[in-house]
């Protein structure tokens, strides 16, 4: 086995496989946007989808004035894209907890927030009629950008994210899987390709 860390990665090749992945997931006889959180993993797939379609649909949920739903807006309109933002209260998302929590099937409170803004962000979308969204999705497993991992050293993170990927079925997937079927939406997640994911 290679030493991995002192290989260097291609950045080509990297954005080669994306590109395929994204033009992959993008096939379908239906309209497909995409989830557009403001953080740099749902702008690289927004932004790829965007020139495969440059009339794909951005979708963002957030509170007013929150960084993320700048961010979001600042991609969409550098892109040109059309973009669709719906702001939410505090007393919006405790409405739409009931529905959230039976959905996910979970009392987990980080799950049960996730869920909450994955609904929103889903029946935004399925009210605007899409049918299907690109995703970020799995880059933080893969590329470790989570914030508790940080500190770790090179075999620790390794490890970790290698668990977090093998768990993401009961983690993140479940929630976006679940939360966007509740309005009838499929959710793609082109970081997830095979071939991607091998890269990485």
Same mark, same amino acid.
């Given at each position: ?134 995703? /970020?999705? /799995? ?62």
């Amino acid at each position: 086995e290679p030493c991995l860390a002192t290989s260097k990665p291609d950045f080509g090749l990297c954005r080669s496989l994306l590109t395929h992945s994204v033009r992959k997931r993008m096939m379908s006889d239906v309209g497909v946007g995409t989830f557009l959180s403001g953080g740099i993993d749902s702008s690289l797939i927004t932004a790829l989808a965007a020139k495969e379609n440059p009339n794909i649909r951005a979708y963002t949920v957030g509170m007013e004035g929150a960084p993320d739903v700048e961010m979001a807006r600042r991609v969409a309109s550098f892109l040109g894209i059309q973009h669709i933002v719906k702001t939410f209260t505090i007393d919006d998302m405790l409405a739409l907890l009931p529905e959230a929590i039976y959905y996910i099937e979970s009392y987990n409170p980080s799950m049960v927030t996730g869920a909450i803004v994955t609904y929103m962000c889903s029946k935004l979308a399925a009210e605007d009629g899409a049918k299907v969204v690109l995703c /970020g999705e /799995g880059a933080d497993e893969l590329f470790g950008g989570y914030s508790a991992v940080r500190s770790l050293t090179f075999l620790e993170l390794r490890r970790k994210l290698a668990d977090l990927l093998r768990n993401l079925h009961k983690t993140e997937l479940k929630r976006l899987d679940r939360l966007s079927m509740a309005t009838t939406l499929e959710a793609r997640v082109p970081f997830l390709d095979r071939q991607f994911v091998e890269y990485a």
